[in-house]
């Protein structure tokens, strides 16, 4: 089975900006950003086909994009202008059909 690895992750002001990596070990369908927040849902916030449409919820649409490199079988999540509220382990699956193991994710922290 295809493996997830997130990567990027860690601690950044308010107003800062991070990019986080999904590298898969082999093709990738429809891919999506998830996030989870201490005592909550996961909650998927970004979505990407492989032919590159987008997808993005209203909490973050205008701050993030997602892209995805196929022939390198990775997604990235540029994440600008951040708050507080993005705190959480991001993690990458996919989307419209059969989940992947969970990776392990990457923690983004945002705090002054």
């Known amino acids: 089975q295809v493996q997830l690895v997130e990567s990027g992750g860690g601690l950044v002001q308010p107003g800062g900006s991070l990019t986080l990596s999904c590298a898969a070990s082999?093709?990738?369908?429809?891919m999506g950003w998830y996030l989870q927040a201490p005592g909550k849902q996961r909650t998927l916030v970004a979505t990407?086909?492989?032919?590159?449409?987008?997808l993005y919820t209203d909490s973050v649409k205008g701050r993030f994009t997602i892209s995805r490199d196929n022939a390198k079988n990775t997604v990235y999540l540029q994440m600008n202008v951040l708050k507080p509220e993005d705190t959480a382990r991001y993690y990458c699956?996919?989307?419209?059909?059969?989940?992947?193991?969970w990776g392990q994710g990457t923690q983004v922290t945002v705090s002054s």
């Open positions: 699956n996919t989307v419209g059909g059969p989940l992947l193991a």
């Open positions: 082999g093709s990738i369908p429809s």
């Open positions: 990407i086909t492989r032919d590159g449409q987008k």
